[in-house]
């Protein structure tokens, strides 16, 4: 089955920096890979996502990039703001023809932005 | 429009009581699922379902059971609760398979 890496598992940064989490699959057939946003004690919400036919996808400052060769996707959050400290979660799924939609998460990043 | 809803919100059960958490969508969806989350394990998967009357194991299915016998309902139950299944449990639903909502979540002490 698939097995998604995530890495850090904390990530502190200072208002204004940018942020990076990186994802690597082992399953070479996963074709979408969405990221979830969870803060404290809510339910995770889907932010961004991108397809194996994309190589980068933005939406206003988070973006979200992705190496099919390497196996590994990223995302990136630039100007932070301390709105935006959550756990974040990687994933990928393998969707289309006669999969059954399972999505593989990642071990998900703390990131915390200090004002 | 609801969404995902999960019922109960909280639980504080002793070790070997049974209960039952239920889940209900109104987005007409075909997939729905039930994931457990640990500190520092992210979500694992427990069982799916891919439509009504049809239900399938996933990563972490030990101990658990599951029914969907309406096609907006995803039960999970716990026949015998034990001290690891203390966890915050949040089920899912989709359309094509890709984009899952996520409902609020259970929080489940075993005791």
């Known amino acids: 089955g698939e097995n998604v890496e995530q890495h850090p598992s904390t990530l502190s940064v200072q208002e204004g920096d940018s942020a990076v989490i990186k994802c690597t699959y082992s399953?070479?057939?996963?074709?979408?890979f969405p990221w979830y946003k969870q803060e404290l004690g809510k339910r995770p919400q889907l932010i961004i996502d991108?397809?194996?036919?994309?190589g980068e996808k933005k939406d206003q400052r988070i973006a979200v990039t992705l190496n099919k060769t390497a196996k590994h996707f990223s995302l990136h959050i630039t100007e932070t703001q301390p709105e935006d400290s959550a756990v974040y979660f990687c994933?990928?799924?393998?969707?289309?023809?006669?999969?059954?939609?399972?999505?593989?998460f990642g071990q998900g990043t703390i990131l915390t932005v200090h004002p | 429009n609801a969404g995902v809803t999960q019922t109960p919100k909280f639980r504080v059960l002793k070790t070997g009581q049974s209960m039952t958490l239920l889940c209900a969508q109104d987005?007409?969806?075909?997939?729905m699922y039930w994931y457990r989350q640990d500190p520092g394990m992210g979500l694992r998967l427990i069982h799916y379902?891919?439509?009504?009357?049809?239900?399938a194991k996933g990563e972490v299915p030990d101990g658990y059971n599951v029914s969907r016998l309406k096609k907006q309902n995803f039960l999970l139950g716990l026949e015998s609760a034990a001290p690891s299944q203390t966890s915050v449990y949040f089920c899912?639903?989709?359309?094509?398979?890709?984009?899952?909502?996520f409902g609020a979540g259970t929080r489940l002490s075993v005791l």
């Open positions: 987005m007409n969806h075909e997939y």
């Open positions: 994933a990928a799924i393998r969707a289309g023809g006669t999969s059954y939609g399972k999505l593989t």
């Open positions: 991108i397809r194996s036919n994309v």
């Open positions: 899912a639903s989709s359309h094509r398979m890709v984009i899952q909502y």
């Open positions: 379902s891919v439509g009504e009357g049809t239900t």
């Open positions: 399953d070479s057939a996963s074709n979408y």
